[in-house]
Nanobody, 118 residues
Framework: EVQLVESGGGLVQAGGSLRLSCAAS????????IGWFRQAPGKERERVSY????????WYADSVKGRFTISGDNAKNTIYLQMNTLKLEDTAVYYC???????????WGKGTLVTVSS
């Protein structure tokens, strides 16, 4: 059974930082794309970033470019999202997902809540 477990969310003041983790079991990240998504209250789910485990290429939404960094540790089967200079509008539940290609997500975690306060 494939499981993705996010952690690292919490309450942080605007301008602060958090690092989210996504630990996988039941699969390895080899030849997969691992993504981070978020959904704010009353809004649609938004793709935040993804990384290709095969070549390390990454993508970021314009709203987080320059502030967020995605990285992975294949030995730990874990993906990270370093979030710096957090803004109020970054408040959301953050989910990780895994799939064979961007736009094709087979597995999802249950999410971790990030709340940015003023």
């Amino acid at each position: 059974e494939v499981q993705l477990v996010e952690s690292g969310g919490g309450l942080v003041q605007a301008g602060g930082s958090l690092r989210l983790s996504c630990a996988a079991s039941g699969l390895t990240f080899d030849d997969h794309v691992i993504g981070w998504f978020r959904q704010a209250p009353g809004k649609e789910r938004e793709r935040v970033s993804y990384i290709s485990s095969s070549d390390g290429r990454s993508w970021y939404a314009d709203s987080v470019k320059g502030r967020f960094t995605i990285s992975g540790d294949n030995a730990k089967n874990t993906i990270y999202l370093q979030m710096n200079t957090l803004k109020l509008e970054d408040t959301a539940v953050y989910y990780c997902a895994v799939g064979p290609a961007p736009g094709s997500w087979d597995y999802w975690g249950k999410g971790t809540l990030v709340t940015v306060s003023s």
